[in-house]
């Protein structure tokens, strides 16, 4: 058990999609941490979402509370936080998953669309871990986990708002880090390229999933359970010296392009 005795705060731990197939994320770090010994406070927008989450671990043996709340809410993200401390007296894990995507070119996007995307998927992270660094502080210490894109560092055109904010979400994860590496909080950020999720399902079609195939060194799209591996890692002791960091889940394809020649 690798986070056996630890309680972890996973903000969107629900998932889009039905019961009983592809994982999200989310879903997917909340069930391995679990697994893993941790106390859950399965946290989304989605009430039900969160719920179907907590009985999947419930179902598996594990402990775990839903709560609903929106990460770009400061009320909600303080809420969220005081819950896992009533429910489970402690918070020594917080998984920051939440991460929203908008395909749109920059000339065709509102200023409303872009505001929505920065107020989600950067302030969210922001709000979150304000409130969760507070009792991290008080408590000896704990880790944040934030969830990036590869897209951030090397963007594909049509989706600015998201890759731009998943930028700032690695420049956030350093910041946290250095701020707040002398109370023995760790903060690293997880760096997914193309996950076969259900999120993935809604916005590609099958023919844009062959072309994406082509791109990925391993030449398969990854899982959600393997996102949460990482999730686990950083989360775990056994990255007790690491802080500041980035680890790609990608396929390869930050290294480089399957045979070309
Ligand atoms: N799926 C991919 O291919 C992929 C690739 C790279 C990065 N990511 C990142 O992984 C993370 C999870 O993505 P996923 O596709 O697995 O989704 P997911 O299945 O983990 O679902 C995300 C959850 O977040 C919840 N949510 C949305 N807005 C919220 C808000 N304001 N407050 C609280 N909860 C909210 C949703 O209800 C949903 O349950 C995101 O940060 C995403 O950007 C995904």
């Known amino acids: 058990m690798r986070v056996q005795g630890k309680v972890a705060l996973v903000a969107g731990a ?10 999200g994320n989310g879903r997917a770090a909340a069930v391995l941490l679990a697994k893993e010994g941790a106390r859950v406070v399965a946290a989304d927008k989605s ?7 907590v009985a999947v671990i419930k179902g598996n043996g594990g402990e775990a509370v839903a709560i609903q709340g929106d990460v ?20 020594d894990i917080l998984d920051n998953n939440v991460g929203i995507f908008l395909s749109r070119d920059i000339i065709d996007m509102s200023e409303e669309e872009w505001d929505h995307i920065m107020a989600v998927n950067v302030k969210g992270i922001f709000l979150m871990s304000k409130h969760a660094i507070k ?8 880790t944040i986990v934030n ?6 560092q090397q963007p594909s055109p049509g989706a600015a708002a998201y890759n731009t904010s998943k930028a700032a979400v690695m420049a956030l994860t350093k910041c946290m880090a250095v701020e707040y590496a002398p109370y023995g909080i760790r903060v690293n950020c ?28 391993l030449k398969r ?41």
């Open 135 to 142: 009792v991290m502080m008080n408590s000896g210490g704990g």
């Open 14 to 23: 629900g998932m889009m999609g039905p019961p009983g197939g592809k994982l």
């Open 47 to 53: 009430r039900e979402a969160a719920e179907a989450t």
């Open 147 to 152: 969830i990036s894109t590869i897209w951030a």
């Open 221 to 261: 799209f990854g899982l959600a359970e393997e996102v949460a591996q990482a999730v686990l890692f950083f989360a775990s002791d056994e990255s007790a010296y690491t802080t500041g960091e980035t680890l790609l889940v990608d396929g390869g394809m930050m290294a480089g392009y399957p045979r070309f020649f």
């Open 190 to 217: 997880v760096v997914p390229a193309v996950i076969d999720t259900p999120l993935f399902d809604s916005v590609v079609t099958p023919e844009g999933k062959e072309k994406r195939l082509e791109r990925i060194p």
């Open 72 to 91: 770009s809410k400061e009320t909600d993200a303080r809420r969220m936080v005081e819950a896992t401390l009533e429910h489970y007296g402690k918070l």
